[in-house]
């Protein structure tokens, strides 16, 4: 096991206009941690981790395993494991030869090479399949096999580029716990890239949110859910994503956030600050923690539809001034076009200025 720690990391593919796909980049691994990049589709996580590989060149900034500047070593002597998302496997190989093939390279003796293929196979569920093809495997079994050999060099740094996303959705499930498993047992330090943040809130112990090449926030899933630092990170956790918006708080019978450029209120229970009172922010408010209740009136939010998912349900409202939504139990029975108030627990809103940054 090995600190990774990146220093100010960027990477330029074009010097013309110098347009930078990883701008500014420092965060450090701790020995034996889970490391999510997590971010939208060309944020720049695959180039970091390929970076972190040896795969693409670091434009400036400094890579570090423990105390080693890793700058300038190839990747063939840095002793990473690295999964990908299309498996990479020698389709002419069998299981096995796949397996070994890491060893072979390095000349390990033949004996050595099948004590430990036959060992990683068994713990993880291919001893029965080691003289098939690539071909005759199951997504999932070959997935398995590039984990195994990635695991048989036992290296200093797991690396995971987006393993799951050619998976069906129970496939993956199943495999994101056996990769946690796999990562506890082995104890290696890993850096897992995905755009899915499922697999991020579900697998690490540090997500690295990226955006537009640049960290947005470093942090425990269960911080970067509570107290996004930023409109971008509390849009991007959470399904559905969380409710924005533009207006004011007042005081009136009771204490509401008034929708800008509109006469529809939010009921607010509980109490705010002071200093936020008659001030323009954005107010968000997650699916789950938004409530409602049905009006006689037509001054409120339409329900448009209602997405049945079994054991929930998710109302879509709209108005002419902005669209919403909620999660909340199947017990409760509510028509398309019915009108409501709605309302959320001050504790449970999250406040952000123009800036688009958190209130404190």
């Not at 911080?223 to 559905?240: E, L």
């Not at 002071?274 to 323009?280: H, R, S």
């Amino acid at each position: 096991m090995i600190n990774l720690n990146l220093k100010n990391i960027s990477k330029v593919y074009n010097k013309v206009t110098n347009q930078k796909a990883v701008d500014n980049v420092s965060f450090e691994a701790n020995k034996g941690q889970f490391i999510v990049l997590l971010g939208p589709s060309g944020c720049g996580k695959s180039s970091l981790l390929r970076m972190i590989a040896g795969l693409e060149d670091i434009s400036s900034g400094e890579l570090y395993f423990d105390d080693k500047l890793m700058n300038n070593i190839s990747p063939d002597k840095r002793n990473i494991g690295m999964v990908f998302q299309n498996y990479a496997l020698y389709p002419h190989l069998s299981v096995y030869d796949n397996i070994a093939f890491p060893l072979k390279i390095v000349k390990i003796s033949k004996s050595e090479i099948k004590k430990r293929v036959i060992e990683i196979a068994d713990s993880i569920g291919l001893i029965d399949l080691l003289e098939r093809k690539p071909k005759e495997l199951s997504g999932g079994q070959r997935q398995r096999v590039a984990l195994a050999r990635a695991l048989i060099r036992k290296p200093d740094v797991f690396l995971f580029d987006e393993p799951l996303s050619n998976l069906d959705a129970k496939l993956r499930v199943q495999m994101r716990t056996e990769i946690i498993n796999i990562h506890k047992s082995a104890g290696t330090t890993s850096i897992y890239v995905t755009h899915d943040q499922t697999e991020a809130m579900t697998m690490g112990d540090i997500l690295v949110i990226l955006n537009k090449g640049r960290i947005q926030q470093i942090d425990t899933p269960h911080n970067v859910y509570k107290c996004p630092i930023n409109i971008f990170v509390a849009g991007f956790i959470g399904s559905p994503q969380m409710n924005f918006f533009n207006g004011y708080f007042v005081q009136q019978d009771n204490l509401y956030f008034l929708v800008k450029d509109s006469d529809l209120m939010i009921r607010i229970i509980g109490n705010i600050e002071d200093t936020l009172f008659n001030k323009e922010i954005i107010l968000g408010i997650r699916p789950e923690h938004l409530n409602f209740e049905i009006l006689n009136s037509n001054n409120g939010f339409r329900i448009t539809n209602i997405e049945f998912m079994g054991y929930e349900q998710i109302l879509h409202f709209s108005s002419s001034h902005c669209i919403c939504t909620a999660r909340t139990e199947v017990n409760h029975s509510y028509h398309i076009g019915s009108i409501v108030q709605l309302s959320v627990e001050s504790n449970l809103m999250h406040k952000f200025g123009l800036d688009e940054q958190r209130i404190i």
